[in-house]
């Protein structure tokens, strides 16, 4: 996929978070990583995006998903390759 700009809302010790981050990178994708327990401004923009507080939260150009586990994340990047191709 050729996404522009793919972000990762976080927090520490999320084992959710953990799996997100292995998934990305066993398949190559770049990304950007928020810590959102240490940056405030991350928190407050995962809130506005995802209207939850709850991580990961992914944005890959604008599409989000949120408060998802690895089996979510792969069904969402299935959906957006699709969108990709047509």
Known sequence: MKAEKIRLFIKPY????DEAIEWLNARGVQYETL???????????MVQLSH???APVIDVD???????DTRQ???????LEETEQA
């Open 14 to 17: 999320c084992g959710w978070c």
């Open 35 to 45: 810590d959102v327990i240490s940056n405030s401004a991350a928190y407050r923009e």
């Open 52 to 54: 939850q507080s709850l």
């Open 62 to 68: 604008g599409e989000i998903l949120a408060d998802f």
């Open 73 to 79: 994340l792969e069904t969402f990047w299935k959906k």
